[in-house]
């Protein structure tokens, strides 16, 4: 289930699909789905690494940017798909 690997709950991810944010989804009969390398991909986009310039630390860098991203994303086609909630 997405929301436990992501330690957020189901009403985040139904907020974020409302308002066009997070990663791409397929609804299929009415059960959403998520394709695994969909997921994966929205994780490198928002992957932020920290940057040490010299002695001193730098602060974080974004190493994708989970918005712009986000359409190459919805632009691929297969893979596995995980679901927002168990199904019995």
Do not use: H
């Not at 709950?9 to 969909?38: C, H, M, N």
């Amino acid at each position: 289930m997405l929301a436990e690997r992501w330690v957020c709950s189901v009403a985040r991810l139904q907020r974020w699909r409302t308002v066009g944010e997070g990663p791409p989804y397929l609804k299929i009969v009415g059960k959403v789905l998520y394709r695994f390398k969909d997921i994966e991909a929205y994780e490198e986009a928002c992957l932020i690494r920290k940057v040490f310039k010299g002695r001193t630390q730098g602060g974080p860098e974004r190493v994708g940017n989970c918005s712009k991203d986000l359409e190459s994303v919805r632009n691929s086609l297969g893979g596995a798909v995980m679901t927002t909630s168990q199904t019995a």
